[in-house]
């Protein structure tokens, strides 16, 4: 049958939108700080193909492996001989079959409707716990796969619309904080069976097939909207690598300086992403990436927020038609695409490096359309034992993104692919036994360009009790990179102080659960994104509001913009900035 657009686009914003009400209902539900603040979750409805149907609008890192988990738990379910069944709950977190990575538990509800399987209802979100070898989630020196937490592989906790309590209880003993998981989890289904019954209700009131072809019609429209665009670039190889930290205190050379590398193959309406020259697996460290998961799932936001930004473009559906024009390239063994069972449970960082090289591939062919080098966002567990429980909060910390073509870099934001949120001071300190004891924009030199790089924060946190830290960060060992004439930014940094005042001992990006005294500060401080554009092109209206901002000084004013200040009136000096950029003076070679 075929249907018309109109109705297409109709019942596409319907679907749309029921992704969306499972999103704010997950997040209304919720138990964790991670779900119901930083909403670190997503929400898809997929097809009985294994692609989209929709998905809704939070991060692509938890949305994007969803239609993989329901093809990783086909895979399990024929290995077993098991059924799907109305009523059946299927709970999947491995990183090997679609799934992000172990803390990321997908919930899958299959949809029957008038007794036939006509698609699955999905939801997703990041656990504080899942019972791996150290508390927390940011266990860096997991040693395989089970080191990082219960290994769910298509396991069903309801069948047949009656609970499974030996699943439930398997669970809620092996995990630390079972009330937080638990919880969750329920939430999880609540959203998922919502999701549910509106797809039911939209094919009754549709017709089955009608809404199968909607599907179909999407799938093609994003195929044409995509190839259009990479038939607009020119053909040719664009390439382009970066460096993940890894482990800088570690004497092997295996662990630390990691090539991220990037070469994009345009032909015609047809593009190739292909990541040989990425550093090999780590067998021993959790910051191997798994390739559904999390590396297909990033390059493809990659390629969107570049060829199909929603700024230019009419919203283009993520569906099976996205990946029809490409050609993902990733050599086994590699920590891009690694062999169980390498641990992958603090994968975050190097695919945080890994999506802003790809942007930096893209920047070869259309640098209009990129941002310069961003610095990227870190994750810390905070976790201990008070009146004989646990408690923990994975807090995610704020990077910045690098000065885009015309406008200058976001600050202090999530960047890239993830799309998450700082949880509020007020609800960590009434949650946790931690004290902020401040918060702001980091006092690191800034990225100089015709349009500035982000800046991003600096926090101090302060154990009241005894407990345990571990970091996931990157970025320390070298600075965003500046795009077009725009210099590079700022690396990122962490320390330690006993006490107010003390002597800083920096902490290295990624370091393993390690104990934490009451009374311990723990500093984070972002990196800032590089520029865009030669600095001395900036408006010097925009250097004197940067001067009065404390982003830049009168010397990096003068030396680098080319821009004269009246320090006494802190205003604009036009006939000294005048004479500045017509060669008399210094210019940015004296600070570069």
Not at 458 to 478: M, N, P, W
Not at 538 to 557: G, Q, T, W
Not at 567 to 572: F, G, N, T, V
Request: glycine share 10%; with cysteine.
């Amino acid at each position: 049958m075929s249907i018309d657009p109109i109705t297409a686009q109709v019942i596409n914003g319907r679907l749309e939108s029921t992704s969306v009400e499972m999103a704010r209902k997950l997040v209304r539900m919720a138990f964790s700080i991670l779900f119901k603040e930083s909403e670190d979750i997503g929400c898809a409805l997929v097809g009985t193909d294994g692609w989209q149907l929709s998905e809704a609008d939070t991060t692509p890192l938890q949305m994007g492996p969803l239609p993989f988990a329901v093809q990783g738990m086909w895979k399990v379910l024929e290995e077993r001989g098991e059924e799907i069944e109305e009523g059946d709950v299927i709970v999947h977190n491995d990183a090997y079959l679609g799934a992000s990575h172990s803390p990321d538990i997908d919930i899958i509800v299959p949809v029957f409707h008038e007794g036939i399987l006509a698609g699955y209802s999905c939801t997703t979100g990041h656990h504080m716990d899942l019972g791996a070898s150290k508390p927390g989630t940011s266990v860096i020196d997991a040693i395989d796969d089970w080191a990082g937490g219960l290994r769910l592989r298509a396991i069903k906790l309801r069948r047949g619309g009656e609970d499974v309590p030996d699943a439930w209880n398997m669970i809620t003993d092996n995990v630390r904080i079972p009330e937080l998981t638990i919880g969750d989890l329920r939430a999880q289904i609540a959203a998922a069976e919502i999701g549910a019954r509106r797809l039911i209700e939209l094919m009754d009131e549709m017709g089955r097939d009608q809404v199968l072809e909607a599907k179909r019609w999407a799938e093609d429209y994003s195929e044409r909207m995509l190839r259009a665009e990479i038939a607009a670039l020119p053909d040719g190889e664009y390439h382009a690598e970066g460096v993940a930290d890894g482990f800088p205190d570690m004497d092997d050379p295996a662990y630390k300086n990691l090539t991220m590398a990037c070469t994009l193959r345009v032909s015609g309406d047809e593009l190739e992403v292909d990541l040989t020259g990425t550093a090999p697996q780590l067998p021993d460290m959790a910051i191997n990436m798994p390739f559904q998961g999390t590396v297909t799932v990033l390059i493809l936001a990659m390629i969107r927020s570049v060829l199909l930004d929603t700024e230019t473009h009419v919203t283009v559906p993520q569906n099976e038609g996205i990946m029809r024009p490409l050609t993902i390239t990733v050599p086994e063994g590699t920590i891009a695409n690694p062999t169980f069972p390498a641990p992958t449970i603090s994968r975050s960082m190097p695919a945080c490096v890994l999506a802003d090289v790809i942007l930096k591939a893209f920047s070869e062919v259309v640098p209009e359309r990129c941002c310069a080098g961003s610095a990227v966002l870190g994750a810390f567990s905070y976790t201990g034992i008070e009146d004989g429980s646990y408690w923990g909060h994975w807090d995610i910390f704020e990077g910045s993104y690098g000065a885009r073509w015309t406008k200058d870099g976001m600050d202090a934001m999530d960047t890239l692919f993830t799309n998450t949120r700082c949880a509020p001071v007020e609800e960590i300190e009434s949650e946790y036994p931690l004290r902020c004891r401040g918060w702001q924009l980091n006092d690191n030199p800034i990225g100089h360009g015709r349009f500035r790089g982000g800046v991003g924060g600096k926090r101090d946190f302060e154990f009241l009790v005894d407990g345990f830290i571990a970091s996931e960060h990157d970025g320390h060992t070298f600075s965003p990179w500046g795009l077009a004439g725009g210099l590079p930014g700022s690396p990122c940094s962490m320390w330690k102080f006993d006490r107010e005042g003390a002597e800083a001992e920096r902490v290295p990006p990624k370091t393993p659960v390690m104990a934490a005294k009451k009374g311990e500060i723990y500093r984070a401080v972002a990196g800032n994104g590089g520029g865009t554009g030669p600095p001395e092109e900036r408006d010097p209206n925009l250097v004197v509001r940067d001067y009065r901002d404390d982003l830049v000084s009168l010397e990096e004013a003068r030396d680098v913009y080319r821009v004269a200040i009246d320090a006494d009136s802190r205003s604009l000096d036009e006939a000294g900035t005048a004479r500045l950029r017509s060669g008399e003076g210094a210019g940015p070679e004296a600070a570069a």
